[in-house]
């Protein structure tokens, strides 16, 4: 299985700012993943992020407020822009690795926006 | 649409009792099933996952779940708790179709370990 690092693990922000989230993977892979959870609820998937090409957005999500870089084939990074207090959540990258669209996860990122 | 269902929202069981979470999902065909854990204040640990053959799967921590399909059902049991295991755990499918569907998250089932 993949083996993966996320920074910060956790921020404080003030309304209006923005927070560059970053993710590492310790092998290439092809598809990486973001996605929210918000507090005390389960996971809903902001993007899918392919090296080389646009990341895909889900419906609720656009890129202005969530630009997504993916350089190479081991990085990522998620931006927050613009936060507001209903953006404080944790930010989790995945990827798929190994058998049949099997995702692991890194230890995510817990924002708090004020 | 896929979609995934965790009954129970909150269980609570002593230590070294035994432990069963459901899970049902919707989906045309067998999809393939996943347990994840996530520890206060962590990431999300895949437990065990399901994609053919034997119905049983073994996974970490003791943990083994039951891909029923005329049930559509993939419960994740334990049969002694540890203290260690109070978390949260949610169950998560997605279609065969090799990487154009999306894994799908049941709402989660958060699990209290009493002495």
């Known amino acids: 299985s993949a083996v993966i690092s996320q920074k910060p693990s956790r921020d404080i922000c003030q309304r209006g700012t923005s927070l560059t989230i970053q993710c590492q993977v310790d092998?290439?892979?092809?598809?990486m993943f973001w996605y929210r959870q918000q507090p005390g609820q389960s996971l809903t998937l902001i993007a899918t992020?392919?090296?080389?090409?646009?990341?895909?957005?889900e419906s609720g999500f656009v890129i202005d407020k969530f630009p997504i870089s993916r350089p190479n084939l081991t990085f990522s990074t998620l931006t927050v822009s613009n936060m507001s207090p209903e953006d404080s959540s944790i930010y989790l990258c995945?990827?798929?690795?190994?058998?049949?669209?099997?995702?692991?996860f890194g230890p995510g990122t817990r924002l708090t926006v004020l | 649409a896929q979609s995934v269902t965790q009954p129970d929202i909150h269980i609570t069981v002593s230590e070294g009792a035994s432990l069963e979470l459901r899970c049902n999902y919707s989906y045309g065909a067998t999809p393939y099933l996943f347990w994840y854990v996530q520890s206060p204040g962590q990431g999300l640990q895949l437990l065990l996952k399901y994609f053919s053959g034997d119905t049983l799967v073994q996974g970490i921590k003791g943990f083994e779940a039951e891909f029923k399909r005329s049930q559509s059902s993939f419960n994740l049991r334990k049969p002694s708790v540890h203290w260690s295991d109070a978390a949260e755990y949610f169950c998560?499918?997605?279609?065969?179709?090799?990487?154009?569907?999306?894994?799908?998250f049941g709402t989660g089932t958060r699990l209290t370990i009493i002495p």
């Open positions: 998560a499918v997605v279609g065969p179709n090799f990487g154009n569907e999306k894994l799908t």
């Open positions: 992020a392919n090296q080389g090409s646009e990341a895909t957005y």
């Open positions: 092998s290439q892979v092809t598809m």
């Open positions: 995945s990827v798929e690795s190994g058998m049949a669209d099997t995702q692991y």
